[in-house]
Each structure stands twice: as structure tokens, then as C-alpha cells.
């Protein structure tokens, strides 16, 4: 797409357009999409728009009349508005105005005048299994405590819809029914095992713990493992006899400063974290879901555990007293050398210039010595920044020296040595060297994000049952009754086993399925096993069956059929809790053929206002806004920004979702997600931003916004982290985002070849963004895109690439004031949540109806789909933007409600 161009016949032909616009001869009406528009497409766009040239990856010649135009109704909607706004055609020839205002009537009817009756479509989904995460929440809700099921099962694709539930990706390999059996039994094996009688006592003392960047102190009694860094690690074996909660009790103290962070991992998976406090030894207790058999368990300070700190953003400067030190050591012993005969006058002057770059250099070496011999530390750019400086002003005045002596540089270096009794530069580099990548990891990976830790032994304790575990399903039930009568039991096992089937299956099991799941029982009852292995058998099959795997929404060959009360009910726990039914649920279902519009609404309002809908809020949102993989493939450059850790982008992460639970449970008004005078954070997300009053928050909470910067989406850390590069802003990144992920625009692929912006521009050293950018837009393949993306991402520029609030780069005052299409300037992100509520509001809308549709059903959406999803929107925008409207108004919607059996009928 080529930028538009002015000219005084495009100037009349605009006015020509405006006119036509109200008023559409009949003539044009009655032409059809073949005969009005084809052939001009043809003329005008082919150049650009068919065959092997494909500006923007859009071939015109596939469409040949009104029904292939309908299939890809979003397309031609943005061709539609780019001729209206002479776009397109981009350069001459170009039509004239009749054959203007003809295309865009043919155009318009075919997208606009569509009988949507008539190719009334439900939308059909493949038979799919369930999701890695519903396969998780659905077995904890059926054991009513969460093993961490699926832990083995492979990490699902993400679907054309944009999310990980698509059932169009969710196929069922061979190599599937394996893991499902082992997962099955795992997760059984540990929840029987609470009840059992049995426990493990395992302690790890510190003499016997295996170090990495760390050692054991045997000063002291008893020896501990000293951590003093994020890259120090103490590793233990602990052998464990069945999958299941642990108490783990970590006897430790801490020293430097106040509240250190310590993280417990097991096989390389982070299972929990304490606070060490400064001071005397204490014991540390926390409950892990630890694995069974032989688990590598691994302590080790972290700079997200440190989550009552405040001083991500201090500066350590070197301390006074090491530098007083240094200078009283280089005033009494640095060497000088003396000038020999031969030299001139200029020679002398140079030499005096070199003797105190010397004691420069020799001060500044004795000040590393000292640091590192006291452990101290200090910011690493300070550090390297003055030793490289003072190593090239001495450097440079040995060599300076030698070319007026016109001799070899080795000569004068010799010098240094064979008469000082100093090291050789040589050795002054590689000390120096040494030490500043010393100096690098210390601030880095170890301060000022945490102190020093003293680990006496490592506890574990169990299996336990968690006090805050979810309750109900099988766990409730537990455990088998004792009776010595063998009927007691048998009649007590039957009883477990229907209502386990019951919610797995989503329904009723009949009467032919569930004496096959008996038959498990009674087998192992017949071979001698006791009541509690073989309903273990039973339950085992149960989680590997068709019924539970796999979704059974709807069977047959029909083209429209209504989901049954149970299909439904299975398919409202998937999208709002991505899980089974509950009891509530299946009872709404039972004993009527479908639910009506009032039963879903009553269920949809009920499961919103659970802690179960968790299960769609955080998937939801990570997919969505595309901020899944903060923390995994997406991290900043941690050089450049030492205070960010993989626990930290977790909390970056929950903040997001917190913040859209918060908006689902207590029904506020979507629109919030653009703006709000509120934040959702704990008390690391507090500190991270600066928020008075943080000390004592307890888990997410609602805060007052410390100003207008802050409030819904935008500037939201997480969010702003995953929109840039490693190390600077991107405001392309976060321009595309905002179009795509907020408004729900399409954007063309960038063109091929298209060069890189400099690292360093916007940032350190570098140029303005604004300028590098318009220098890019001169490209005019590159301009009409950027001239609609950049000012959207510009608005966002005070956010650094971490999401901290910042008034300049290193070297720039940040510029973050844009113009909007509608030709208004904008001052930032305040101005462009402005925009967006007063300009965009209804677009955003639509786009969170397209989305949440999309992942409710499950598939991506159709053409067909454009009735519901004007509806709903309407319904939404009508309740005063309330997500319980929008929840509602799916769940009872024509798509979510019917399912079309046969793909092949996907044709208007």
C-alpha cells in the first residue's frame, strides 16, 4: 500500500466521491460485482494485486463475484474504505470518477447488502481433545486438589483463532494415550496417598549439598551453605516415595540486608520461595508439590523473590573510604618513570603527562584490588566506564611517547617494568579486565537485589495435604471407608465412580458406559486387590476414556444442530472456567433436553463471579494481548536492565490478568480495560512502579493509580516489556500492537529486506526514534503503514523497555506528543487513552467481542459469524460496556449455541 496521492484531479475526483456516497444511482445498484467491478480491478489493481505480485500479500484476482468476496468480507471491508479514501488506486493510471463511484457501489453492496438468513451458519469444529490447561483444570476440579496434571504432555499450538484452545489444532496423536494413562495415574497415586498413614521424613544438611558460585561455610556451627548470588546454587538430592504435597522447612538466616528472596526448585521448576529475614537463624516452612522418586532440588537467592524492596532503580557508587584508601596507597608507591638525557623538551612535557595518567591507573588498580579483596561492589557502567578510560589515556601517552621518541612502542612499555618494579600494562589489563567482569555479575546477578544467605539444612516432610486446597470432587470423599463388610465398600466405590464419570464425561453416563467403568472395579475386586487399588483402576480409566478426553459436542451429519443441555453445559465450563462442569452446572443440565436463554444467563452470571473463572481470564488475556511468553522466549537485554527476572515477569504477567479478573467478577465496565483511576498489583508490582503506601499488601489488591499515567492497559509493565526490543522502545512493536491486539485492525507483513533500526537509537548514544523513523518513511513502500502505526506506538514512549515511567532516554528528553487520525494532537499515553475513549471506544468493543467469540467457540471466526458478533457487540455497548453483558450475550448466541456437522456446508 503506497501513500496517497495529492493532485488537483484527486481533489476533484474526492468531491466527486463525497457525492456519491449519498447518492447511488440505480443503475450502479442493479450492475453485480462481475460485471461493475471485476473488470475495473483488473485495469487498476492487478498491477499491484494478483498472481506472483501480491502488494501486502492481498491477490485481488481470486475474487471473481459477490459470494467469493463475502468469505473474505474483513478484506474487501478495508479495500472498501481505502478506495473511498483514494488509497487505492495508489498511482496512474487511475479510473475515472464514474468508474470511482461504480466500483464502490458494487464493492459495498456485495459486503453491505448481504442476506444473512441465507447462509446461516453455526460454524462447524473437528472432534478435538481438550486443551494441555483444560486437561489441568479439569482433572484438579475432578480430585479437588491440583497435581500439576499434563505436566508431561507436549505444549499445544496455537490455533488460526489466535489462541491455544482452537479445536482445529487439538488432534490426538498416538503418543498422546501413553501420557495420558501415566498422567492419570500419577495424579491418582498421589491423591490416595494422603491418605495414607506413611510419611517421609528427608533432611539435606548443608555439608552434604553440592555447590555452584557458592560454598560451604565450615566456620561456622553448624557449617552452612553460604548463597550470595542470583548465580549461586546449592543442589541436593531428596528421594521422595510419591507425588504429593510436601512441607519443606528451610532452616536459614540472612545478613546484609533486611529481607533477602530465596527460591526452592526441584529438577529446574521453581516450587516455591520464602523471605529470609536479617538476623538470627530461624526455620522457613512452605508446602511444594514435589515429584515422586529421585527430585535434584536446588536453593537460590533470586532478584524477583525480593519482593519487599524498593531500590530496583539504586545507583552503587564506590564507596568513599575504598577510594581515600586507594589514593593514600598510589601518593606513597606509585611509579614514575625518569626522563633520560636524550630527551627534548617536548619529550619531558609528555613524560609528566604519562606519569599521571600512571598514578591514574595505579590508583584506580589498587582500588579494584581492594573491592575485590572487601567483596564490595558497585555499578558496573561506573566501574568500566572509568577503568577503561584511565586504561587508554595511559595506554595512548606510552604510545604518544614512542613516536616522539621514534622508537618502538615495547621500548617505552619496558620501561615501566624494568624501572618501576610495576606490573607490565599487560598485567594491569588483565587485572582490570578481571575485575570489571567481576563487578559486571556482582551488580547484575547479585546487588543490590539481595544479601547474603547461610542454609544450615533442607527439610521435607509429607505427603501433607495443603490447608488452602480447592475441596469437593474426589477428595472429599476420601477416605475409604474402613467397615470390615466388603458390600460397605463395594456399594461405597459404585457410588465415587458414578459421580466421578458424571463430571468427567459432562454428563449422565448411560448405563452400558458406566458398567464398563465398574467392570475395572469389580475385576480388581476378583483377583483379590483391596477396595482402594482397584477403584484407582477405575478412576484411571475414567481419565483415559474417549468421553473425558475428547469434547463430544455434537454427533451426526446435520448443518444446524442444537447443543443438548449437557453439550452446553460442557461447553460454558470450557470457556468460562476451562474445565468440568461443577455439580450446579450438570444439575441445571439434567432432567430438561436444552437450556434456555434464562438457564445460561443464571449459570454464566453464577460461574463469572467464581474463582474458577481464573481458568479463562489468565489464557484469555496472555493470548490475546500476546504477553504469554514474558519470561520464557521474551526477556529484556539483562545488562541493561539488571532489576528484571523471571519472577518478576511472572508478576508482570498476573498483574494483567488480576486485572481483567477483577473487571469479570465485579462487572465493571469494560472500558476500564483503556483507562481506569485504579491499579491491580502486589506489593513487588508496588514497589517496582513507586506506589506509597505498599508495605503490607497481601497478594493482588486494588490500589489508587499513583497518577494519569497509570490505569487499564496501557503502560501496564508487562505489556509495555513485550512490545519492545531487548534493549530500546520499539514504537512499531507497540504501534502494531495497539492497532491489532486493542482495535483489531489488520496490518500487512512489513516488506521483505527491510533493514533493522540501529541498537543504540533512542537509547544510549543514539539518535531520536522520531528522526530515525521518517528517515524509514521516505520509503514509500514503508509509508503508509508506519504513517498509521508510529503515532500509536510514540504515545507510549515514556514507558522504558521495562515499562518504568521515564521524562528522557540517556541522552534525549522523550517526545511522546502524536497526531490521531482525526487530526487531533495527543500528549502521550493520557492523550491516547483519551483518543480511544472518545474516538475508539466502539472499536475496541467489537474487536474484545471478535476475541472472546473466538476463543469461547473455539475456532477461529467466519464470515458468517458477522450477525453474532453484531449483536453481541450491540448488547454490550446497550449494558454500558458491562462484561457480564458480553459473557451473557455469547453464551446464549446462535454460534455458541448450535454447531454445524459438516464442514463441507461452510458455502453462503
Known amino acids: 500500500m503506497i501513500r496517497k496521492v495529492m493532485s488537483l484531479r484527486s481533489i476533484c475526483l474526492s468531491h466527486g466521491m463525497l457525492l456519491m456516497l449519498f447518492v447511488v444511482s440505480s443503475t450502479a445498484q442493479a450492475q453485480t460485482f462481475e460485471t461493475a467491478v471485476s473488470p475495473l480491478l483488473k485495469q487498476y489493481c492487478y498491477k499491484c494485486h494478483s498472481g506472483d505480485v501480491t502488494e501486502a500479500d492481498v491477490d485481488l484476482s481470486r475474487f471473481t463475484d459477490a459470494k467469493s468476496v463475502i468469505r473474505e468480507r474483513k478484506l474487501w471491508l478495508r479495500v472498501l474504505e481505502q478506495i473511498k479514501s483514494e488509497e487505492m488506486p495508489p498511482e496512474e493510471p487511475f479510473p475515472k470518477a464514474s468508474e470511482l463511484k461504480a466500483m464502490i457501489a458494487g464493492v459495498d453492496k456485495a459486503v453491505n447488502d448481504v442476506d444473512w438468513d441465507a447462509i446461516r451458519n453455526p460454524g462447524h469444529v473437528p472432534l478435538s481433545r481438550l486443551s494441555r490447561l483444560q486437561y489441568r483444570n479439569s482433572v484438579r476440579d475432578l480430585l479437588g486438589i491440583d497435581f500439576n496434571a499434563g505436566l508431561t504432555l507436549p505444549e499445544d499450538p496455537e490455533g488460526p483463532s489466535g489462541f491455544r484452545n482452537d479445536r482445529t489444532a487439538l488432534l490426538l496423536s498416538g503418543s498422546l494415550l501413553e501420557k495420558y494413562y501415566t498422567e492419570a495415574q500419577r495424579a491418582l497415586d498421589a491423591l490416595f496417598y494422603l491418605d495414607g498413614d506413611n510419611t517421609t521424613k528427608k533432611t539435606i544438611k548443608a555439608k552434604n549439598i553440592k555447590v555452584f558460585r557458592a560454598r560451604i561455610d565450615t566456620e561456622r556451627v553448624p557449617p552452612a551453605l553460604l548463597l550470595n548470588a542470583e548465580s549461586s546454587t546449592g543442589s541436593g538430592v531428596a528421594v521422595l516415595p510419591e507425588t504429593g504435597y510436601y512441607r519443606v522447612t528451610i532452616r536459614a538466616s540472612g545478613d546484609q540486608y533486611p529481607l533477602t528472596g530465596l527460591n526452592l526448585y526441584a529438577d529446574g521448576i521453581k516450587v516455591g520461595d520464602v523471605i529470609i529475614k536479617q538476623g538470627e537463624t530461624e526455620n522457613y516452612s512452605l508446602i511444594c508439590l514435589m515429584e515422586k522418586g529421585s527430585n535434584l532440588v536446588s536453593l537460590r537467592t533470586d532478584v524477583g523473590a525480593t519482593s519487599l524492596r524498593r531500590d530496583y532503580s539504586t545507583e552503587f557508587p564506590v564507596p568513599d573510604e575504598y577510594r581515600r584508601e586507594a589514593t593514600r596507597i598510589a601518593d606513597a608507591s606509585a611509579p614514575k618513570l625518569k626522563p633520560l638525557p636524550s630527551y627534548s623538551k ?217 447443543l443438548t443441555s449437557f453439550q452446553l453445559s460442557g461447553r460454558l465450563a470450557n470457556f468460562l472456567w476451562g474445565s468440568v462442569p461443577d455439580d450446579d452446572l450438570l444439575k441445571a443440565a439434567t432432567d430438561k433436553p436444552y437450556l434456555s436463554a434464562e438457564d445460561i444467563e443464571t449459570q454464566v452470571q453464577r ?302
Not at 533493514?755 to 537509537?761: R, S, W, Y
Not at 520509503?779 to 515499562?803: R, T, V, Y
Not at 458478533?869 to 446462535?894: F, L, N, R, W
Open 607 to 908: 460461574m463469572r463471579r467464581s474463582d474458577r473463572v481464573r481458568g479463562f481470564v489468565e489464557p484469555f488475556t496472555g493470548e490475546w494481548l500476546d504477553y504469554s511468553n514474558l519470561g520464557g522466549n521474551v526477556m529484556p537485554h539483562v545488562g541493561r536492565f539488571p532489576e528484571f527476572s523471571r519472577d518478576l515477569a511472572s508478576d508482570m504477567k498476573r498483574e494483567v490478568a488480576r486485572y481483567f479478573e477483577t473487571i469479570v467478577k465485579e462487572d465493571r465496565s469494560l472500558l476500564e480495560l483503556l483507562d481506569s483511576d485504579y491499579v491491580v498489583v502486589n506489593q513487588r508490582m508496588a514497589n517496582f512502579y513507586g506506589l506509597p503506601n505498599a508495605d503490607g499488601i497481601d497478594g493482588f489488591m486494588i490500589m489508587n493509580r499513583p497518577n494519569n499515567n497509570y490505569g487499564g492497559l496501557l503502560g501496564m509493565s508487562g505489556l509495555m516489556t513485550v512490545t519492545s526490543s531487548p534493549t530500546r522502545t520499539s514504537p512499531v512493536k507497540r504501534g502494531v500492537w495497539m492497532l491489532e491486539k486493542i482495535l483489531g485492525e489488520h496490518l500487512p507483513p512489513p516488506p521483505m529486506n527491510v533493514p533493522e533500526l540501529p541498537a543504540k537509537v533512542g537509547e544510549e548514544g543514539g539518535g531520536s526514534l522520531r528522526e530515525e523513523l521518517a528517515r524509514h518513511r521516505a520509503d514509500k513502500s514503508c509509508a503508509s503503514c508506519h504513517d498509521k502505526i508510529d503515532d500509536f506506538g510514540f504515545a507510549l514512549e515514556n514507558f522504558s523497555p521495562i515499562g518504568k515511567w521515564r521524562e528522557s532516554t540517556a541522552s534525549l528528553p522523550v517526545e511522546s506528543t502524536v497526531t490521531m487520525p482525526n487530526g487531533r494532537t495527543y500528549n502521550g499515553v493520557t492523550g491516547i487513552k483519551e483518543y480511544l475513549l472518545e474516538q475508539r471506544k466502539d472499536d475496541f468493543i467489537r474487536n474484545l467481542t471478535e476475541r472472546m467469540l473466538a476463543y469461547a467457540l473455539g475456532r477461529p471466526l467466519e464470515y458468517f459469524d458477522t450477525p453474532a458478533v453484531d449483536k453481541i457487540t450491540k448488547q454490550v455497548i446497550e449494558s454500558g460496556y458491562k462484561p457480564s453483558a458480553m459473557m451473557s450475550a455469547i453464551a446464549t448466541s446462535y454460534p455458541f449455541n448450535y454447531q454445524n456437522n459438516k464442514p463441507e456446508s461452510d458455502s453462503p
Open 346 to 562: 617536548r619529550a619531558r612535557e609528555m613524560l609528566n603527562q604519562l606519569n599521571k595518567a600512571s598514578y591514574d591507573i595505579f590508583e584506580f588498580y589498587q582500588l579494584m584490588k581492594l573491592m575485590r579483596e572487601n567483596d564490595a561492589v558497585s555499578d558496573d557502567y561506573s566501574v568500566r566506564g572509568e577503568w577503561l578510560g584511565k586504561r587508554q589515556k595511559f595506554k595512548r601517552g606510552n604510545m604518544e611517547l614512542a613516536v616522539e621518541l621514534k622508537v618502538s612502542d615495547s621500548d617505552v612499555f619496558s620501561r615501566w617494568t624494568d624501572e618501576t618494579i610495576s606490573l607490565s600494562y599487560q598485567d594491569y589489563e588483565n587485572y582490570g579486565n578481571a575485575y570489571v567482569e567481576e563487578e559486571r555479575l556482582k551488580f547484575f546477578n547479585k546487588r543490590p537485589y539481595s544479601g547474603r544467605v547461610y542454609v544450615e539444612s533442607l527439610t521435607f516432610e509429607g505427603p501433607v495435604t495443603p490447608d488452602d486446597h480447592l475441596g469437593g470432587g474426589l477428595i472429599s470423599e476420601l477416605p475409604v471407608p474402613r467397615e470390615n463388610e466388603r458390600k460397605n465398600q463395594d456399594e461405597w466405590a459404585k457410588r465415587v465412580l458414578r459421580q466421578f464419570a458424571t463430571r468427567a464425561f459432562r454428563q449422565v453416563p448411560d448405563a452400558k458406559t458406566l458398567a464398563k467403568i465398574e467392570a475395572f472395579y469389580t475385576t480388581g475386586r476378583q483377583r483379590g486387590d483391596d477396595c482402594e487399588s482397584s477403584l484407582k483402576d477405575a478412576l484411571t480409566a475414567v481419565l483415559c476414556s474417549p468421553e473425558f478426553i475428547y469434547r463430544f459436542d455434537s454427533m451426526g451429519d446435520e448443518s444446524e444442530t442444537r
